[in-house]
């Protein structure tokens, strides 16, 4: 149980085009999903929080209207890189957690963005 | 500011001793952490957790302590194999519900 899905699990755009990721949680409903960014050999960090039906709450530095979040039902939250450059490259992950529950986040495999 | 650092980058250990990978938090106010093990190019795997008024807890081959008067964290791992290999996160959460606050990792390689 609890298993988080991204996809797609990597992808090669161009300088100035858009990507979707897509995170699923496929055996539980999630209320609030984490957007995160791993540089190599650096750690995670915590892009935005998703909600259900509401608004993303972005951290501080992170730009907004760059990185669309979509959290339009209770088991999808979808990223969108708009007009990505090469310093976007990176490796995206999300995370879940169950509604109804503050614990444990379960997360997602990963998605390897690299623009050219 | 505040965040939560690893002492050591590397960590080298003999298949079949024990790994001790350590962890130094700042924020007194952290009441749940967590490890996490996380292969190359997959996302973090939770490993064990433990609460802030434990001191200790014990999983399969995995043990975490927890020092809160000096706020260190540990991860001991018993007879560490090949597949034990990975990256180590230790990660806070403020309050039950929170963000999760990740730690800078350990690389941890197991020799044959």
């Known amino acids: 149980g609890a298993v988080v899905s991204q996809h797609p699990s990597w992808v090669i755009c161009k300088s100035g085009t858009s990507v979707k990721i897509e995170c699923r949680s496929l055996?539980?409903?999630?209320?609030?999903m984490f957007w995160y960014r791993q540089f190599p050999k650096q750690s995670l960090m915590l892009m935005a929080t998703?909600?259900?039906?509401?608004?993303?709450?972005?951290e501080q530095g992170v730009e907004k209207d760059k990185f669309l979040i979509n959290h339009a039902s209770l088991t999808l939250s979808t990223l969108t890189v708009t007009s990505a450059h090469p310093e976007d490259s990176s490796f995206y992950i999300c995370?879940?957690?169950?509604?109804?529950?503050?614990?444990?986040?379960?997360f997602g495999p990963g998605t390897r963005l690299t623009v050219l | 500011g505040e965040s939560v650092g690893l002492h050591l980058p590397t960590l080298s250990v003999q298949e079949g001793d024990n790994s001790i990978i350590n962890c130094a938090y700042s924020?007194?106010?952290?009441?749940?952490f967590i490890w996490y093990k996380q292969e190359s190019g997959k996302g973090p795997q939770f490993i064990i957790d433990?609460?802030?008024?434990?001191d200790k807890r014990q999983g399969q081959r995995v043990t975490v302590l927890l020092n809160k008067t000096v706020k260190h964290l540990s991860l001991q791992i018993a007879a560490t194999q090949p597949g034990d290999s990975a990256v180590y996160f230790c990660?806070?959460?403020?309050?039950?519900?929170?963000?999760?606050?990740f730690g800078q990792g350990t690389e941890l390689s197991v020799k044959p």
């Open positions: 998703s909600n259900e039906g509401s608004k993303a709450t972005y």
């Open positions: 924020n007194s106010a952290s009441d749940y």
């Open positions: 990660a806070e959460i403020r309050n039950q519900g929170g963000k999760l606050i």
């Open positions: 433990i609460r802030s008024n434990m």
């Open positions: 055996d539980f409903q999630a209320t609030t």
């Open positions: 995370s879940a957690r169950e509604s109804g529950t503050s614990g444990t986040q379960y």
